[in-house]
């Protein structure tokens, strides 16, 4: 049984933990970093303990945003590119079993193979089945994490399940970070 370290500020944790901790953070609304320091720490202390479901209610990245903190933090990441990054390379989540339970039972991530001689699916496949099963998806066009200023070229998954699945909204945005 994990420990759970809870961040969701709207509804009462009902499961059963090896080690509880709430680290409240309102629903819709950025976190704060003494917030997401507090979910950090709360991370670390349970992990001396084993396995950590950090959780909250609706998924809007509460928890992923709290994970990411962790990994900055904890040394996992270098910067907080990388731990954003981190979310959608297939390679670094298959790494060992503390990614491969993070990416899993954390984030629930539809991982896409990047080296497409490793492929044993069809990454629109995956992306269908996980779309089928009511999830959403967070595709990032340009396939990696851009270092330099400037958009790269866009990949052509999204087109491609677009192609699949017309019926699904896709909803364009923005994501930057600043290092230092």
């Not at 609706?58 to 954003?84: E, F, K, M, N, P």
């Not at 790494?95 to 539809?110: C, P």
């Not at 200023?149 to 998954?157: D, I």
Request: net charge neutral; glycine share 6%; hydrophobic share 40%.
């Amino acid at each position: 049984m994990p420990s759970v370290v809870d961040v969701c500020a709207e509804l009462p944790f009902r499961g059963q933990a090896r080690r509880y901790r709430s680290v409240p953070m309102p629903d819709l609304a950025t976190p704060s970093p003494e917030a997401l320091h507090r979910a950090a720490d709360a991370i670390a202390h349970a992990r001396r303990h084993g396995e950590v479901l950090v959780c909250c209610a609706l998924g809007y990245s509460r928890s992923a945003a709290a994970v990411a903190t962790w990994l900055r933090r904890s040394g996992h990441a270098d910067s907080a590119d990388a731990a954003i990054a981190l979310v959608a390379a297939a390679d670094y989540w298959r790494r060992d079993a503390l990614r491969r339970y993070l990416i899993h039972a954390v984030f629930n991530g539809v991982l896409i193979e990047r080296d497409a001689a490793k492929r044993h699916d069809d990454p629109i496949a995956c992306l269908c089945r996980a779309v089928d099963e009511g999830n959403s998806l967070i595709l990032f066009p340009e396939g990696t994490r851009n270092t330099e200023e400037g958009v790269l070229p866009f990949k052509s998954g999204i087109y491609h399940l677009a192609r699949q699945r017309p019926e699904l909204e896709f909803v364009p945005g923005g994501s930057t970070t600043s290092s230092g």
